[in-house]
């Protein structure tokens, strides 16, 4: 199905056009948003523990939705802003603050748009792991990822990928992107130590993009679990479109309507409302319970997944 059957050109065109307006009040609530709760985290610390850690883990969650299952993955389509080159700065930027190369998901999640669930689609083909020690370190401190991330952008940096026991070279797009994220969270935590001089408030920023990842994680794997049996029939059908709160669905940067997503990459995501709400009066896509998929429909699919 395409997005010209079922709007008009001038239609789509309206639901198009980015609103700057719309992206700097989103973008200017996300940064303080994330300041508020780290601020208030280190302003605890002394006298306050137990609120300083729970302010702690509430700004590790909202930091995750920098990422690819948030706002990073809408600046990669370049539908926030109207300027192109902004949105560019802001995807990579994402990217750094969550310790991802942005290099390798431009080629990725391109792939992945146009091939949705072929045999080489990692992101549709999600393996996460989701056994009772994996689901411990998304609730608490991933440092095995942590670890990992850390080693791939160090070895990155200097041309090299893990392959087959031994290292392949990596283009210099990719490697050039590994320096610049090591530079840019360099500056951060220089920053950081130039500001306050306590160590435990860098290992804090350090720790952020790892903690308390599991609801950013879940939301991710949400998105196409149980429908590679749909492949041939289009977005609607091979990616899910679930109702969340208000607060989540803005974190999440829509992706919640992911089988809009699909179906119109090119609409950016604070006008995905706005389709989804076409497609249900058309009877083109079913309301799901949100509720009862999280709570069982999603781990059915995860047991009976082929790769499980």
Known sequence: MHILSIIDK????????????????????????????????VMLL???PVAAFLCFYACAIW?????????????????????????????RMASYLTWNNPGFFRKSHNYHHHHTFAADDGEALSTQDWRPLALLLYLTVDLPVLVRRLYY??????????????????DGACQREAILMLAFNLSVQLALWWAFHAWHINLMW????????????????????????????GPLKHSRTLPLPALLEFLYAGM?????????PVIPYYNLPRLNALLLERKLLSRIDASSFFMKDIWLALKTRPES
Request: proline share 3%; net charge neutral; hydrophobic share 45%.
């Open 46 to 48: 002394d006298g306050w």
């Open 256 to 264: 919640n309507f992911h089988a809009e997503h699909h179906l119109a």
């Open 153 to 170: 952008a160090l070895i990155n940096a200097a041309g090299l990928t893990p392959k087959d026991g031994g290292f392949a070279r990596i």
């Open 206 to 233: 350090l720790l952020l993009p790892f903690t308390g990842q599991f609801l950013n994680r879940l939301l991710a794997q949400s998105q196409h679990v149980g429908l590679a049996g749909a492949r041939q029939e």
């Open 63 to 91: 930091h995750g939705f920098w990422g690819y299952a948030g706002i990073g993955h809408e600046l990669y389509h370049s539908r926030v802003f109207s300027n192109l080159q902004l949105n560019k700065l802001l995807y």
């Open 10 to 41: 001038g239609a789509l065109a309206e639901l198009s056009r980015p609103s700057d307006a719309i992206a700097t009040r989103h973008l200017l609530f996300r940064v303080l948003g994330e300041a508020a709760l780290f601020s208030s985290a």
